[in-house]
């Protein structure tokens, strides 16, 4: 079966650097995605690893390490529009899945002044 | 910039009606898939589909859904019989390559909210 952990909620100051947590357990694991969510709207791409490392996008940073099932996402420098659900994703090709993607239930972020 | 468009965005019904959920993808996008979030919850994936068949299906879709691509545009999520725990937003989201491929992206729509009373 597939597990995706992830904190519920996060608080940040304005300007600071945070890192949301996630780890997981699947398996043919096929890849680990950060989306953007805010209130209402739809989920937005942010980063894809599939291989063990740091990708960096702007103030996005994603770290992905297999054999530990795990993957952190890193907001530099934030600003108040980053206050949104971030989820983590696993895409698997466990039993000829195509590789849909399985979420976690998001960490909330609240950015304040 | 291409995008995924779904309507309507609000639906309300009574319990035991149907309702049908539209989905128009991006048009070169081969893959089209529905996903789910009750209120407060993680999103969920409901249906694969490609090549006018579906492609993977989790336990939540069951015999009281079904999908359809009607023409060359549309996606169509049709729910029979709906229940109060139906109650959910629903998102259409499509890819040129299963699972958004190198890129890893899915886009999707703005999503549908359906109230069932």
């Known amino acids: 079966g597939q597990n995706i952990d992830q904190p519920t909620e996060m608080t940040a100051t304005e300007g600071a650097i945070v890192q949301i947590n996630c780890t997981y357990q699947?398996?043919?694991?096929?890849?680990l995605f950060w989306y953007q969510q805010h209130a209402g709207e739809a989920p937005t791409f942010l980063s894809y690893?599939?291989?063990?490392g740091l990708e960096e996008k702007g103030r996005f940073s994603s770290f992905l390490s297999r054999s530990k099932g795990y993957s952190y996402l890193l907001l530099k420098e934030l600003q108040m529009k980053d206050s949104a659900s971030y989820l983590c994703?696993?895409?698997?090709?466990?039993?000829?899945?195509?590789?849909?993607?399985?979420f976690g239930k998001g960490t909330k972020l609240s950015v304040k002044p | 910039e291409p995008e995924v468009t779904q309507t309507p965005s609000h639906q309300v019904t009574q319990m035991g009606q149907e309702v049908i959920l539209r989905c128009v993808p991006i048009?070169?996008?081969?893959?089209f898939y529905w996903y789910r979030q009750i209120l407060g919850q993680k999103v969920e994936f409901l249906v694969s589909?490609?090549?006018?068949?579906?492609?993977?299906k989790s336990e939540i879709f069951d015999d009281q859904f079904s999908v359809e691509r009607p023409d060359g545009s549309n996606f169509t999520l049709k729910i029979r019989s709906t229940k109060l725990e139906d109650s959910a937003m629903y998102f259409c989201?499509?890819?040129?390559?299963?699972?958004?491929?190198?890129?890893?992206?899915?886009?999707f729509g703005e999503g549908s909210r359906l109230t069932v009373l």
């Open positions: 989201a499509s890819t040129r390559e299963a699972g958004g491929g190198n890129t890893g992206e899915l886009f």
């Open positions: 994703a696993v895409r698997s090709n466990y039993g000829g899945s195509q590789g849909n993607l399985i």
């Open positions: 699947t398996s043919g694991f096929n890849g």
């Open positions: 048009s070169n996008h081969l893959y």
């Open positions: 690893n599939v291989l063990d």
């Open positions: 589909f490609y090549n006018n068949e579906i492609s993977e």
